[in-house]
């Protein structure tokens, strides 16, 4: 069974998408495995770095992994380990390690995702961790994640789908640290959480395309065709940008609508249009243009000297039997093998796109530290992990969210990767 869609399922659906973001989609916005020996690193970290008040992290950085090489399991591997693809494996049945958060431990979960409380009944999707082929995943440590990002800013840039991630993350450090809800604008797209005893910050910054993208508008209404400036980014990230220490860049389910491509004052391009002077491509196409630009401006930006880039491959939807509007949904209650899924899926191209993108800047120059948290595969997987009907919305029933991840669920695994490649050698 395939669980992609077509590109025009995907259009439509994420027109649909559109919408119910309208009506205020958002919502709302583990313990320990290091060990002690890994504590010990960490506190060289600190001795080092109370030595070194402004905290050039970056800086810091190889001095210590030369002295977690020693203890460090997640740090520096053994060499024969090295190489191990985190992002390629299966996901294993582990009962005896459960979620590491419920919706009684973890009051922000939104109401959308909280596919318990909003009625979901199978619970044995929330039983299975991801296990690389060739190594282990350590699981998160809440207490590591929070000392090691002490008093620096991480931030999620994208879409509903980035939001989920901090939300999951959000959850995951509020069992060790209750944070503190310090913004939220009129439209609940871009929020911050801080964390008083470590000084961490979360936040989310919302943009539909990273580059500067306006829907028209004709006599007050919305069309759904969209204007894309590949020589402009959307400017509600990168104002943020020189303050923020982490950043996780993600995106993709705003692309499949109609959009024209802009350079400079030129449209040469556009996806699902039909016009005759224009070039008509998929998705995938402005998915690329954006990433490309973002990196550049990101690789060149000169007051952003501390930040230390992800980008978060795309994350797959999963209608089965149908689309948003045509009674397609997701009810299966466990996960798929890396056997049954499709690498020719229109989800494994968009990753693709990205992957190629983060490869042209570390090609040509990278000026800082780009990493790939490679989520595609796990996720095309995880049929199970989504709302489905679950999704508590009391005006669109009978639509199904086959987009955004339960919490808690399979997205948790997400800040696994994020924890290990913060954690790396690199
Ligand atoms: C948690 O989920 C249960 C169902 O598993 C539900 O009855 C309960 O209302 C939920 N609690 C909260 C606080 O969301
Ligand atoms: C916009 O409104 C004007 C005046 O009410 C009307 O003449 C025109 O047809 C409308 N355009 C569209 C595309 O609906
Ligand atoms: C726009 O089109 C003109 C004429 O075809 C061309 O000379 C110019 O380079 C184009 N500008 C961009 C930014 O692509
Ligand atoms: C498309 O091309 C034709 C012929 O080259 C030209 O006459 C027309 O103005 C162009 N239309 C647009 C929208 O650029
Ligand atoms: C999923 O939903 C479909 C359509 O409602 C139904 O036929 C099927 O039995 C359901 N499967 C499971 C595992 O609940």
């Not at 299966?90 to 459960?98: E, F």
């Not at 910050?201 to 028209?216: D, I, P, Q, S, Y």
């Not at 990196?295 to 795309?314: A, E, P, Q």
């Not at 049929?383 to 679950?390: L, N, S, T, V």
Request: aromatic residues 14%; proline residues 5%.
């Amino acid at each position: 069974m395939r669980f992609s869609n077509s590109h025009l399922a995907e259009k439509s659906h994420h027109d649909h998408h559109l919408q119910r973001e309208r009506w205020a989609w958002f919502g709302p916005l583990l313990r320990s495995f290091l060990g002690i020996t890994a504590i010990v690193s960490f506190s060289f970290f600190f001795f080092f770095s109370s030595l070194t008040p402004p905290n050039p992290f970056l800086v810091l950085r190889p001095k210590l992994l030369g002295l977690q090489s020693v203890h460090d399991p997640i740090a520096s591997p053994p060499k024969e380990k090295r190489r191990c693809n985190l992002f390629k494996g299966n996901w294993v049945k582990d009962v005896k390690r459960a979620a590491m958060y419920t919706n009684w431990s973890c009051p922000t979960i939104p109401e959308s995702k909280n596919c318990f409380k909003q009625g979901r009944k199978d619970m044995d999707f929330v039983n299975w961790r991801w296990k690389p082929d060739e190594c282990e995943l350590p699981r998160f440590d809440s207490m590591a994640f929070l000392h090691l990002l002490r008093g620096k800013k991480l931030a999620f840039i994208g879409d509903s789908v980035a939001r989920n991630h901090m939300e999951s993350l959000l959850c995951i450090l509020s069992q060790v640290e209750t944070p503190e809800d310090v913004y939220k604008d009129s439209e609940d797209r871009f929020r911050r959480w801080y964390f008083p005893k470590s000084e961490v910050t979360l936040m989310m910054l919302w943009t539909k395309f990273l580059v500067a993208g306006e829907e028209r508008v004709v006599n007050g209404t919305g069309t759904g065709v969209f204007d894309l400036q590949f020589d402009k980014l959307d400017d509600g990230w990168t104002r943020h940008l020189p303050d923020i220490d982490y950043a996780v860049f993600s995106n993709g389910h705003w692309f499949f609508r109609v959009m024209y491509l802009h350079e400079g004052t030129n449209i040469t391009n556009c996806v699902y249009c039909s016009d005759p002077n224009v070039t008509n491509h998929d998705p995938d196409f402005a998915l690329k243009m954006a990433f490309r630009a973002a990196f550049k401006y990101v690789n060149d930006c000169k007051s952003c000297g501390k930040l230390v880039t992800f980008v978060r491959t795309f994350s797959p939807s999963h209608f089965e039997n149908g689309v948003w509007n045509t009674g397609g949904y997701c009810n299966r209650t466990g996960p798929s093998s890396a056997k049954d899924i499709n690498l020719e899926s229109f989800d494994w191209k968009m990753r693709e796109v990205q992957i190629e993108e983060i490869e042209k800047v570390k090609r040509e120059g990278e000026t800082r530290r780009f990493e790939v948290i490679d989520v595609t595969m796990a996720m095309m997987m995880r049929a199970d992990g989504h709302p489905g009907e679950f999704w508590g919305n009391k005006w669109m029933k009978g639509y199904n969210d086959c987009v955004h991840w339960c919490l808690p669920g399979p997205i948790d695994a997400w800040n696994d990767f994020l924890m290990a490649l913060i954690t790396k050698d690199s």
